[in-house]
């Protein structure tokens, strides 16, 4: 009995070294090499421009939406309101935030909130001979859809108002004023104004959410008094793309005379705005009806 169990324990220990070695010998065989990265990491860029009148200019900087870092011009002349922001990441998203007499003035990015990520999807499906993502038209009645929802919605928020909605297909980005103006706690008297950008997304036949990825990027809790001094608005074209080889277009922008409510909130307006939404990124064009610039 000893002497059986001694020999299984033999012949087991004999095989085991055997596999090893045989194992070893395969691995030796194997030229093993480290993958080079599909895409290429992005190349550091520079963002360049104009602004125009120079002396309402009190003061410039750059915000990523996606990272929330702010970013200093490296140089800027008051004389001749000409900027440079230098060696920011490439491959991403920049929107310039110009703050003048009064009144704030910012870029908006209304790409989709995970558009590098598609970026990069894309470049692989191809590089695999995949076939790309399935297509799909962004209409005047998927814009439609959008603002009923925001329409029926019922929260904590009691106001809400597009000011944006760009079409990316089977996609969207929403930037959307929401205010809270009736009270909520005892004190009362404080009013909440935030500016979102949502997301969505059309999947099994109807339009989503995209849950927990909005974007806040303006909040206001205090006296209405206080809310009523606000005077921000937001345009798409001074939001700047770096791209992956570092490369940007240079931004030439001439400040209005005055806030287009349809783009933000002047100061000294009723909560309750009229405006129309601009509608961007539609695969079939309609007309749309000018902006109420009412101040309500």
């Known amino acids: 009995m000893i002497a059986a169990q001694f020999g299984r324990r033999t012949a087991i220990a004999l095989a085991t070294v055997m596999l090893v070695g045989l194992l070893g010998v395969g691995l030796a065989e194997v030229d093993l090499t480290e993958d080079q990265p599909t895409i290429p990491a992005p190349t550091a860029g520079d963002v360049t421009g104009t602004i125009t009148p120079a002396e309402q200019v009190q003061g410039v900087s750059l915000v990523s939406r996606q990272s929330g870092r702010a970013y200093q011009p490296s140089h800027f002349d008051p004389a001749t309101g000409t900027f440079r922001f230098a060696d920011l990441p490439g491959d991403a998203a920049y929107d310039l935030v110009i703050v003048g007499k009064g009144r704030i003035i910012e870029g908006v990015d209304l790409s989709f909130v995970d558009a590098r990520l598609l970026r990069m999807a894309a470049t692989r499906r191809e590089q695999l001979g995949m076939a790309p993502e399935p297509g799909r038209e962004f209409t005047q009645a998927d814009a439609d859809w959008l603002l009923k929802f925001i ?146």
């Open 151 to 296: 329409a029926e919605m019922k929260d904590f928020m009691d106001t809400r108002r597009v000011l944006y909605i760009q079409g990316h297909g089977r996609r969207a980005t929403m930037l959307v004023e929401l205010l809270r103006t009736r009270e909520f706690h005892a004190d009362g008297g404080d009013i909440i104004w935030r500016v979102e950008l949502w997301y969505f997304e059309y999947q099994a036949g109807g339009w989503q959410r995209v849950a927990n990825q909005d974007r806040v990027l303006h909040r206001f809790r205090g006296p209405v008094d206080d809310w009523r001094k606000i005077a921000h608005e937001f345009r798409p074209e001074l939001s700047v793309f770096v791209d992956a080889d570092g490369s940007s277009q240079p931004l030439t922008f001439t400040i209005p005379d005055k806030i287009d409510p349809s783009r933000g909130r002047p100061a000294n307006t009723a909560p309750a705005l009229t405006t129309q939404p601009h509608i961007l990124g539609l695969d079939q064009p309609t007309s749309q009806p000018d902006a109420d610039s009412s101040a309500g």
